[in-house]
């Protein structure tokens, strides 16, 4: 693990407007920078950037953070891997923290198997590139494909010299371990008594173009081979194998090139083959990923399901092959996501149908032939099912197998009924129908052993939906002032009634001024009112405020901004922002000018206690009325009534409401 004063002198070191200045067009606004959104298009900027906060904030999408969640918003880097990225930016050496020998045994394996793997992919590119064998042969393939120089070269496609110890040979000559050139996959090792070794070598890849397969992060995991030669005995194409590194079923093909273009299209196409992908994106398609020829598994939906809602499958013309993978969409469903299904014409696949049209009616097609689920399947099936009762009945009962498998109850009931409408057939059968799936469901999950079980949420009606609402933003308000002026000192002003005033007097008589540090005030009112934040990243913004004040007696911004906890840095750093609005607008060039909130702080700290306090009275007094049913109870509830409302009338004439 990366040590926490590596990870302090990442965040003390790295400029956010530097790095974000590699990715987006900034122009200085005053104190800050703007630019035009990199999560969605828009002409007007709407993406705001600070120096002095070291925070950015996209008012477009909601999105903002530190320099980190930028490059794991952008680049979908892990936060490790963002940190790395950045210390390799600013030359700053990264310390790990103590590790056991195993640790280090296994995190020194892995390293090898990536730089093992990256020498590869290096290798066999400039052999397809320079070597007469892969000229005449993996290069003219690529070429008969339709594929450009530039596409060859984004997607670092290769070539296996067709010789049994060509890589390995040179690979150990150059001084890579064996050990992990077997680990990798690229090189086979058997026992052969005759050799002085005891062992011979030969390569897995042989006589095959190549296809790098990359993390989301870049980094080669392992490889995808095709033969060129027609031999029964061989398979067309050959993969990795399974290792340290290279998991089938965590891995999607083409993801580290599509993952920004399917974050801003909010859509990824799923294809089954690598030239598939290749294709669509030299056709100006990137978001765009394949299985690589494996069923698809939930790891690999949860991949995407980083980046989009949405899946876009693209079948070739092949019914067998469709109805083969037809399966993946119920696991896409579950997962919560939306399908959506594109068939090509009979004997076309994505290469072959993107190669006869252009650019632009490739994704006109795309447009047009995009399907849901539903029509989908009945468009597959319908056809030999639509004359057999029996047949007709088991597609409805798989259709709404199929909507069982959504999370979402409006989007169940919804397909529901585009189910009803397209079969013909009563809503009222299909949810009785949907209902004992759903009962069934249940049974067999309460029959599994609990630790199999998932934890599934428990939904439940939240009273007084509009004062929980005011109550939060009251709560936001107070976070608000913790964060920007929880360290100020300021003349705290509180009334009392004066001597001659009887009980029934609630008016202010006699102010009293005191000074004070904000957070004290607030932590103090709050502790008397025993106050519990109804949102839960209030309360762990608060919590950590307080922890501060208790370690350091002030409050450090920049450590809530770069806290490890994303929620917190983002809430934090949307309510840093919020004043950031009108430099977007240029208001003052509109002769708009923003009052200071410093001037009027006690009053607004004030105010925000106030507030608190009357929504928690008048939730009380609510929760009195619906007990005063009990006639035994009556009076004395009446009395607890009278009491809170002449509180909240107090409260009422401190904030000049109008009762």
């Given amino acids: 693990m990366i040590s926490r004063s590596t990870i302090d002198k990442v965040f003390e ?19 800050n920078y703007k630019g035009l959104s990199p999560f969605s298009e828009e002409r007007s900027p709407s993406f705001m950037v600070s120096p002095v906060k070291q925070i950015w904030k996209d008012f477009s999408s909601g999105k903002g953070g530190n320099v980190v969640t930028f490059l794991m918003e952008q680049e979908h880097y892990s936060y490790p891997e963002a940190i790395r990225f950045l210390a390799k930016k600013y030359n700053i050496d990264i310390e790990e923290t103590e590790q056991s020998n195993e640790q280090k045994h296994q995190a020194d394996e892995r390293e090898s198997m990536f730089i093992v793997s990256e020498y ?16 005449a042969i993996g290069l003219s393939y690529f070429k008969e494909r339709g594929f450009t120089d530039e596409t060859i070269e984004k997607f670092q496609l290769g070539y296996s010299l067709n010789e049994w110890e060509a890589f390995s040979s040179e690979a150990l000559n150059k001084g890579y371990n064996l050990k992990y050139l077997e680990s990798t996959g690229l090189t ?5 008594l005759l050799s002085s070794t005891g062992t011979k070598h030969f390569d897995r890849f042989k006589g095959r173009v190549m296809f790098p397969i990359h993390s989301m992060s870049g980094r080669v995991l392992g490889f995808g081979g095709r033969i060129l030669i027609n031999d029964k005995k061989a398979a067309k194409y050959l993969n990795s194998p399974e290792s340290e590194i290279y998991h089938k079923g965590n891995v999607l093909y083409g993801i580290y090139y599509a993952k920004q273009s399917i974050a801003k299209e909010d859509n990824c196409y799923l294809v089954e083959g690598y030239t598939d992908v290749i294709s669509f994106n030299q056709a100006g398609i990137e978001n765009v990923v394949s299985s690589s020829g494996t069923a698809l598994s939930e790891n690999q939906i949860r991949l995407i399901n980083r980046l989009t809602k949405n899946i876009t499958i693209l079948f070739d013309g092949d019914a067998a092959g469709m109805r083969a993978s037809i399966r993946g ?14 068939m090509f014409p009979d004997g076309d696949d994505p290469d072959s149908f993107s190669k006869k049209v252009s650019n632009q009616e490739l994704k006109e097609y795309l447009k047009q032939n995009s399907k849901d689920f539903i029509n989908f399947k009945v468009a597959l099936l319908m056809e030999e099912a639509q004359h ?12 709404v197998v199929s909507i069982s498998k959504i999370p979402d109850r409006i989007q169940r009931e919804v397909y529901i009924q585009e189910c009803s409408r397209i079969m013909d ?7 009785s129908e949907l209902a004992q799936i759903d009962k069934k469901e249940q049974r067999d999950a309460s029959n599994r052993p609990v630790q199999e079980r998932g934890s599934e949420p428990v939904l ?3 009273p007084q939906y509009e004062q929980v609402n005011e109550l939060q933003k009251y709560e936001r308000e107070i976070i608000k002032i913790l964060l920007l002026y929880g360290n100020n000192e300021v003349d705290f002003v509180d009334y009392v009634a004066g001597e001659e005033a009887d009980d029934s007097d609630f008016l202010p008589i006699k102010k009293l001024k005191f000074s004070n540090v904000v957070s004290k005030e607030i932590y103090l009112n709050l502790q008397d009112d025993e106050v519990e934040f109804t949102n839960e990243t209030f309360q762990n913004i608060y919590y950590e405020i307080i922890y501060q004040l208790n370690q350091e007696e002030s409050i450090s911004v920049d450590k809530l901004v770069n806290h490890d906890n994303n929620e917190v840095a983002n809430m934090v750093t949307t309510i840093l922002m919020d004043d950031e609005r009108h430099v977007l607008s240029d208001w003052e060039r509109k002769d708009i000018f923003i009052k200071s909130k410093k001037s009027d702080l006690s009053k607004m700290v004030l105010d925000a206690i106030y507030n608190i306090r009357r929504i928690l009275i008048e939730q009380k007094i609510n929760s009195l009325i619906t007990d005063i049913g009990v006639e035994e109870e009556r009076d004395k509830i009446m009395e607890s009534i009278r009491d809170y409302n002449n509180l909240k009338y107090r409260l009422f004439e401190r904030l000049n409401r109008v009762v």
């Fill in 13 to 31: 070191t790295a400029r956010v407007e530097e790095v974000i200045g590699e990715f987006v067009q900034l122009k200085k606004s005053g104190s």
């Fill in 120 to 135: 590869a992919r290096d290798y066999f590119h400039e052999t397809l590139l320079k070597s007469d064998q892969g000229k």
């Fill in 188 to 192: 086979i090792v058997k026992d052969d």
């Fill in 329 to 342: 969409i119920d696991l896409i469903l579950e997962q919560g996501l939306n399908v959506k299904v594109v």
């Fill in 388 to 399: 057999d009762p029996v047949k007709k009945a088991g597609l409805i009962r798989d259709i």
């Fill in 425 to 431: 057939i009563s809503e009222n059968v299909l949810f």
């Fill in 460 to 462: 439940q009606k939240t």
